[in-house]
């Protein structure tokens, strides 16, 4: 009936664009809206919006349905449909609460064992904090604390804030009684060779004292350096040429050094950093 109508009314519309007076067509499209609004309602109506509502709930869309829900207590609240759509809003802001509690759960597990993941991962990590830069520095327990301790590799980071993305460095010391004025490094992991020689930016350190000479680099760990540290962890026969104007010294990376390496690389990878 109403489709009918419609038509006709489409048809009538046609007229007025070949002429129809103005007054008719002001009560055609009264008549087109009052037609309109019983189309929404057909479509839109109680019975339709409930229908719809329960549908997204068995779906578990509850947004979804607690829309349709307002739509009947706004539009049609004295329906017979208003009450059990109250009902059912009961259900879904049950079934709302339940998913939302279920999320924060989720939420702080998931902190809970980042949380733990940190601690487990800094165990063996010894911490020292700049005050004045507000950073503090992680070094694995078994590594040297001073540069004329003894030779060895190994790495360290610092990490600010909370959100802050530590900075990672990778060290190579040598201790001995005579100068090699080293300019270049080569690490050998199985059958590859890793080479880092001096650079302008990366200039080797010397010092001396009681009888004892010991020069270090210091560089900022990059996807190369990364990429070395990496390999030395997991190698099983790893050694380091010390490279000098003259001279070299070979020497074994030891077992202790290798997990101390690893260590750091997994507490600098719990704390936010990237190692592939």
Known sequence: MIKSKLSALIFCV???????PQQQYDALKKENETLKAQLDDCQFGASKLLESAESYFGYKNYLKAKDDIAAILEKHPS?????????LLGKVDVEIKKKEEATRKKIEEKKK??????EK??????????DIRNIT??????????VNSRSNVHLYFGKRGINDVPSLWFVIQYVADDWLFIDKYIIKVGDKTYNISEERNREVKTDHGSGQIWEWI??????????IAKAIANGKNVKIRYNGRQY????VIT???KTAIKNVLIAYEALGGKVN
């Open 113 to 118: 064992q980042a949380k733990l993941k940190v």
């Open 121 to 130: 991962a800094t165990r063996n990590m010894r911490k020292s904090h700049d």
């Open 255 to 257: 077992s202790a050094e």
């Open 248 to 251: 070299y010294r070979d020497r």
């Open 79 to 87: 329906s017979p449909e208003a009450e059990k759509a109250k009902v």
């Open 14 to 20: 046609f007229l007025i664009g070949c002429g129809v």
């Open 137 to 146: 520095w992680y070094y694995d327990k078994s590594s040297p604390r001073y």
């Open 218 to 227: 210091e560089l900022s760990a990059g996807k190369k350096e990364i990429e």
